[in-house]
Every structure is written in C-alpha cells, then in structure tokens.
C-alpha cells in the first residue's frame, strides 16, 4: 500500500511506456515541453473533464460523470478520468462480473465504465489501454468492487472519431501492473535513462531537450554542436 505521499500520476503510464527516459525528464527533473500533439491532447481533455458540457447521452438508464478524481493506494497512482458511466441493470440480467450492487439493497445493479478521450488513432503500442485500465483498476478500489469488476472500457479517438471497446481481461490487467511497479522503481530510483535515439523520437515533445542525437555513436557531442550551429545560421 502506497501513502498519498508517493502516489503518482497515471498519466505517467503514458511517457512511462512510451519511453523510459521521457518519464524520467518529466516526472523525477521536472521538465516540460509542449508541441502540437501535447496541446490538442490537452485540449480534447479539457472539453472531455467539462461538467458543464451536456453528456450527450440520452439513455435514461445511464449517468455519465465527467473529470472523475480517482486514486489507488494499493497502485499508488491517482488520476482524472474523462468520463465514467453508470448504467443501471436490472439485477438478474447483471452479470456479477461486470457490475457491483448498491449498498442499499435496490434491486438494481451498476454497470461501471471508463471512457477516455485521445486525440489521435489506435496506437501500435498498448499505453492508452494500460492508461485506461489504470483508471478502471482506481474505480474498482474507490468502489469497494471485487478485481475484475469492470470489465469493459472505451476509448474515444479523435481523428477517426470512433469508441473503441477494450476488454480489461487479465492480461491487460496484468500488464498494467507491471506498468505500475516498474514506474514507482524509475521515479523513486531518481536516475533518467540515457537518450536512445529512436524514430518515436521526433513525435517527443522533450526532442530538444533530451538531445537524443549527441549521444549517437557516430556523432560527439562537439559534432552535434557544430550541426546545431550551421543549422541555426542557415536558418538566420
Ligand atoms: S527524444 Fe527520444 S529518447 Fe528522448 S525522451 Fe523523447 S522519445 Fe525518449
């Protein structure tokens, strides 16, 4: 069990799994760098926390809620989710596994489910899923739910504006875990891996301050320098 002290984002997730040394500079040297891809993201999530925006969902058996703390303290992460459902089901059609029953004896069930805003499309890799099951796995521990409680998630994706469901099965689970526990070992070992120069390197918001170029063997450090001059004169 993690104390509120040591909780991390689960935002972390994301640089974490994208690159090691991303998370690094950002959450242990505190560094920060904005580039198109980071301010529409932000953007997106900031109309998806909006309580003031309409949920757009006209089920009368659905209460959708946006920017949703959420914590974990065995994880030790917290978080913010885009949007979480609740969807009322009739008792005996609930299936145990994807729903908790209300405290107060109604004859009625919950249907719990996160749903989180990207800009982009389906990625390759799996950090939006993890990031997305980090959430499912804070909402399982606030509400007192048994593991495995929520079974299902969605993610929104902007530019192919389509949902898409992701099944939080036990290797999803699993892999977010791991996630957890080797990002709670990077932080609070507090050394930022070495620049690996990489093609994801030019999506990184962080390019020009990582530098991953001067620790490319073909190339020293003074070799980097001189480039960077002779481009930044060609461009004056
Ligand atoms: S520039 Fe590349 S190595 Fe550096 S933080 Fe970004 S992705 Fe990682």
């Known amino acids: 069990m993690f104390t509120a002290a040591h909780h991390l984002p689960i935002s ?23 580039n198109r891809l980071t ?58 596994a994807s729903s908790f029953m209300m405290n107060h004896g109604d004859a009625a069930a ?20 993890v990031q997305l099951c980090a959430q499912a796995l804070c909402l399982e521990e606030m509400l007192g739910m048994a593991a495995g409680g929520i079974a299902r998630g969605a993610i929104f994706y902007g530019r192919t504006r389509r949902h898409l469901d992701v099944e939080l099965d036990s290797s999803l689970r699993a892999k977010t875990e791991a996630a957890t526990r080797r990002l709670h070992d990077l932080i609070g070992g507090g050394v930022t891996p070495l620049a690996k120069r990489e093609k994801k390197c030019d999506r990184c918001s962080l390019l020009h301050l990582c530098l991953p170029d001067a620790l490319r063997p073909r190339k020293t450090p003074v070799m980097y320098l001189r480039e960077a001059v002779r481009e930044s004169l060609a461009m004056a």
């Not at 994208?18 to 040297?29: D, N, T």
Request: glycine share 6%.
């Open 110 to 129: 919950i249907e719990v489910t996160p749903i989180e805003y990207k800009r982009g499309k389906p990625k390759k890799h799996d950090a939006d899923l």
């Open 39 to 96: 301010i529409e993201g932000g953007l997106l999530h900031r109309k998806a926390h909006d309580p003031r925006r309409a949920s757009g969902d006209r089920r009368k058996d659905v209460r959708s809620v946006r920017g949703l703390e959420l914590v974990s303290n065995r994880l030790g992460v917290f978080g913010v989710a885009d949007v979480v459902e609740f969807r009322t089901l009739v008792a005996e059609a609930a299936p145990a």
């Open 12 to 34: 972390a997730l994301q640089h974490l799994l994208f690159c090691e040394r991303q998370c690094a500079l950002i959450h242990i040297e505190r560094l920060w760098a904005e």
